[in-house]
């Protein structure tokens, strides 16, 4: 059993991820760690995890984890990722694991001179509907693929949230940009070549709040909008020459929608759904991670975690140019 530290007692951690891990058949959440040890004990009692620390350097100096989870605001993820595996302890830290492309080069440093697994916890990728959608189109399903469409937006006006505030990391590119860019290269295998975009911010907050982008990959295009001002919409469609894939579901499985996965014939009179009951994509995370550690699995890379950062990096720049932007 690979033995989780949590590193902050985030939302997110305690809504999704230590429940996940708790749930796992491998692995088990053995310490919370916070700036406020009285927090840190009650969300350990609330998980009945075993041990509590008031620092978070408490916690990567003991023995009692082998592995740490970080779900800190975005802008501290890199520093507590270089900490954590210069402590020895394996690392799966929450996505963006950077801001820019060239921080991700101290993290595969980090990695190599410690001997530890560090991945950015993209729970996505393990979800059975984008292994699906990966198996259509490598079968031929849909002919020659020529375009990807794709939207994710929701409504979020707190000044106090941290996607709200530049200097925690905040911003709609960081947060759910990255999740159109990670599973179309990931289910094609393509990266892509050259951006343009459009980018809009906030005069209150200085985030992104709206991003229309258009990248060639060579052979296809993705076309995306992103936005968190928005009425919430998630879509991702698949179109090639044969037919086309819609994913029901493909960012938030099961709490946006179906898990689903649609293939359409050219014709657009025939049709097959897939459906997939309740993955949760968050506990196969925990679970590829942690077999990932004993050598036995696979767990998205540092590389291509730098390389989905280099396409977000071509947005920005692209948004400040006319034409196109190589990534």
Known sequence: MLRFGIISTAKIAQDHVI??????????????????????RAVADRFSAPHAFGSYEEMLASDVIDAVYIPLPTSQHVEWTIKAADAGKHVLCEK????????????????????????????VTYAPVWAKVKALLSSGAIGTLKHVQGAFSYFNRDPQNM????????????????????VTRVVTG??????????????????DIYSSVRADFGSFELSFY??????????????????????????NANRWGAEEVELTNQAHNQSQI??????????????????????????????????????IDAIYRAADKEGWETV
């Open 19 to 40: 429940p996940a891990i708790q749930d796992a058949e491998n692995c088990v959440v053995s310490a919370i760690a916070s700036r406020d040890l009285s927090r840190a």
């Open 274 to 311: 897939f459906r997939f009951q309740d993955s949760r994509q968050y506990k196969l995370e925990a679970e590829a991670f942690a077999r990932a550690v004993t050598g036995e699995g696979e767990v998205v890379t540092l590389e291509s975690s730098k390389n989905n950062q280099l396409f």
């Open 190 to 207: 393509e990266e892509p070549k050259r951006v343009q975009a459009s980018v809009e911010r906030d005069r209150e907050f200085g985030t």
């Open 163 to 182: 996607r709200n505030i530049p200097e925690l990391g905040g911003g709609a590119l960081p947060d759910i940009g990255v999740y159109p860019t990670i």
């Open 226 to 251: 992103l936005a968190t001002q928005l009425a919430a919409r998630q879509l991702m469609v698949f179109h090639g020459t044969d037919g086309y894939i819609e994913v029901k579901s493909p960012f």
């Open 96 to 123: 963006p694991i950077a801001l820019k492309a060239q921080e991700i080069d101290t993290l595969i440093a980090a990695r190599d001179r410690n001997g530890v697994i560090i991945s950015e916890a993209f729970m």
